[in-house]
Structure formats: structure tokens, C-alpha cells
Nanobody
Framework: VQLQASGGGFVQPGWFLGLSCAAS????????MGWYRQAPGKQRELVAS???????YYANSVKGRFTISRDNAKNTVSLLMNSLKPEDTADYYC???????????????WGQGTQVTVSS
């Protein structure tokens, strides 16, 4: 199983940016999918998550600015980030609870980090 993240980059404060992550491999089912971020010198934190049924969670720091969505048919999860602030600068990681074919339970998988820099 592989999670491939894309998107990210350098933007000015107030701008928007989108991240996308696609899961591939021997997948039977995917439960929750989400995005974490880790800023320099800080712990990794959960930014947003979404269940297979579409229920969402957002960290207070991004509520109202970020929107998470997923396409269950394509095994993808996306994060639209609006009104970006310098404090949103971090490496962003996608994450998914995936049950592979032949497995009795899901395991957590991580994508590679993608950098987001917000600066004037």
C-alpha cells in the first residue's frame, strides 16, 4: 500500500492552496483519512480528518479555513486550504487507516510529506 501526496508550495498570506493524496495497492477498504502537519521544532498535529461516511474533524486553528474531502471510488483525500497564515507553514502528511485484502483489521499508513510555506 502506498500513499502519494501532491500539492503544496510557497504562497503569500491570505492565498489558497490544495493538497491531494491517493492511496494505491492491495486495498480492501479505507476507514478514516486525514492530514497531519509538522512545523519545525514542533510535534506533528492532526489538521483534519474524514471518515468513509463523510464525517469531518478540524483542528481549531484551521476551522473555517480548511476543507477536507475524499473520493471513496478513487481512494483519494484532498485538503483545500484558504486564507493561509504564516503559522500554517509546515510539512503536511496524509494518513489513512487501510485494511488490505487478506487482513483482519486496518493499519495506519502515511504518505510522504509535502511542504507548505506561507510567507510574504
Amino acid at each position: 500500500v502506498q500513499l502519494q501526496a501532491s500539492g503544496g508550495g510557497f504562497v503569500q498570506p491570505g492565498w489558497f492552496l490544495g493538497l491531494s493524496c491517493a492511496a494505491s495497492g492491495n486495498i480492501f477498504s479505507i476507514n478514516a483519512m486525514g492530514w497531519y502537519r509538522q512545523a519545525p521544532g514542533k510535534q506533528r498535529e492532526l489538521v483534519a480528518s474524514i471518515t468513509s461516511g463523510g464525517s469531518t474533524y478540524y483542528a481549531n486553528s484551521v476551522k473555517g479555513r480548511f476543507t477536507i474531502s475524499r473520493d471513496n471510488a478513487k481512494n483519494t483525500v484532498s485538503l483545500l486550504m484558504n486564507s493561509l497564515k504564516p503559522e500554517d507553514t509546515a510539512d503536511y502528511y496524509c494518513n489513512a487507516d487501510i485494511r488490505t485484502k487478506g487482513s483482519s483489521r486496518p493499519y495506519k499508513y502515511w504518505g510522504q510529506g509535502t511542504q507548505v510555506t506561507v510567507s510574504s
